[in-house]
């Protein structure tokens, strides 16, 4: 049962008992089709290392087809669809509309969960399935917000698209990326895309208008090998060590600025040690009288565009890995915070997007709240669109929700479900309806 549906009957209260039946029985049904429509989704495997990719396009096809929308199938890359799904405003010329979402899910610990992570099940009206959260809601309740839509006679203005595309959860390398770079989605000319935000344990949606950017890291130590009972200088593991204090140091003060409420998380430089390689392997473990001549580190570092990437760069070649302490460094992947043009890269949350006051006004109309917009702290399908210079916002509306995103027992609550429908209405009309000129949106896009 949703807000709206509330709301009717309150009004009916006057009427006759029958008819408030018939409504409260109307929207329980309405209901209940909404959210069997989504643990159909839900229910499909899509977890890496095999998503079951055509299933879900054949769904996602399906209720294409219902709701009357253009459909076009895209194999950039085969056997991994991505679909485009269109419905045409009445003034083409304007630019569109992207609502993007990913179909791929992240592998589960079948064990691990109270629930089977692939039967959707309802359990005090929470809906436990891997992609509840992320993001497999967010696609449907696009659809669903346009099923209400299209049932209120409402016509878009501008033409809306709805990408559902693979492999996010592995790069989006064969997916958002070549969706971005290909001359269908120059055709559209898309104005603004949304795509996941994050889910928010409180009242307040959380929208995001940039990411942060990985720079994996090794640092690799030499020194002089020796008897494990000598003490001298400048062993590689010595030489690491620094490194690892210096790294810590660093660590600290970022962590320091979240905890003390000065930055929030996406705003800081994370970093994070996740392997250690060093010593002389034996047969029941490592040789333990002997010092290793090599040692070696990883880190996952994310950079948020408000950072200076360069001079975290100079820390990593004088602080990190200098050589004058006889290390070396390579990065295993290192995505840049800037364009082309030397900016950073982030969609404008200030008055001169208006994308942007749209979007709080619909959320505001729908009677929700949001926060102070952030810095999404991991990598979305997002920053392949805004590199093109399209304005990106990160929203899963999920409030008072647990973060359970890649957990176990990941669950989304029914009725926040379909509360985010709404939303999505609010919001695409907002959208779909606005006359904001063409020009506007280049200017929005020169300034980025
Ligand atoms: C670096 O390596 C050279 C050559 O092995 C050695 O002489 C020097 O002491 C090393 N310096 C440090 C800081 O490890
Ligand atoms: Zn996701």
Redesign the pocket.
């Known amino acids: 049962m949703n807000v709206g549906c509330w709301r009717r009957i309150e009004s009916l209260m006057a009427m006759s008992y029958f008819f408030i039946f018939f409504v409260f029985f109307t929207c329980t049904v309405a209901d209940d089709s909404i959210v069997s429509r989504f643990q159909e989704y839900l229910k499909i495997n899509t977890a890496h290392p095999s998503p079951n990719y055509h299933e879900a396009a054949n769904f996602i096809l399906s209720q294409a087809k219902s709701l009357s929308l253009e459909t076009q199938t895209i194999e950039f890359v085969k056997n991994k669809p991505l679909i485009l799904l269109k419905w045409s405003g009445k003034n083409p010329n304007l630019p569109s509309i992207l609502l993007n979402s990913h179909t791929d899910v992240v592998p589960v610990e079948p064990h691990k969960w109270s629930h089977p992570p692939f039967e959707a099940t309802i359990d005090q009206g929470n809906i436990y399935a891997r992609g509840s959260q992320d993001m497999k809601c967010v696609g449907l309740q696009y659809l669903e917000a346009i099923r209400r839509l299209k049932a209120s006679n409402f016509e878009p203005l501008r033409t809306i698209y709805i990408s559902f595309v693979p492999d996010e959860e592995i790069g989006g390398h064969d997916g958002a990326e070549k969706f971005a770079s290909s001359n269908i989605f120059d055709e559209m000319n898309v104005g603004i895309m949304l795509d996941e935000g994050l889910a928010s344990p409180d009242d307040n949606y959380r929208l995001f208008y940039a990411e942060r950017c990985p720079m994996w890291l090794v640092i690799k130590a030499t ?2 090998p020796g008897h494990g009972a000598k003490l001298y200088d ?1 062993t590689a593991m010595e ?1 690491l060590f620094k490194s690892i204090e210096s790294v810590r140091r660093f660590r600290a003060s970022q962590l320091d600025l979240v905890k003390a409420g000065v930055k929030s998380e996406g705003e800081v430089v994370s970093v994070n040690m996740v392997f250690l390689k060093a010593g002389t392997p034996s047969p029941t473990g490592f040789v333990m009288n002997l010092q290793p001549s090599e040692a070696q580190a990883g880190f996952d570092i994310r950079v948020p565009p408000v950072a200076d990437q360069a001079s975290l760069e100079r820390r990593i070649a004088e602080e990190w890995a200098p050589a ?3 290390m070396t460094y390579e990065f295993k992947q290192k995505v840049s915070v800037y364009d082309k043009n030397g900016k950073p890269i982030l969609t404008a949350h200030d008055g001169s997007n208006p994308w942007w006051a749209l979007l709080e006004g619909a959320i505001h109309k729908a009677n929700r709240k949001f926060g102070k917009p952030e810095i999404f702290p991991a990598s979305t399908d997002a920053r392949y669109f805004r590199l093109k210079g399209v304005p990106a916002i990160g929203f899963s509306p999920m409030a008072n929700t647990p973060i359970l995103l890649h957990d176990h027992n990941e669950f989304l609550n029914k009725e926040e479900y379909l509360k985010g429908i709404e939303v999505y209405e609010h919001i695409l009309k907002a959208f779909a309806s606005s006359h904001v000129e063409t020009k506007k949106d280049e200017a929005i896009r020169d300034e980025l």
């Open positions: 020194g002089a400048n030489n004058s302490r006889n």
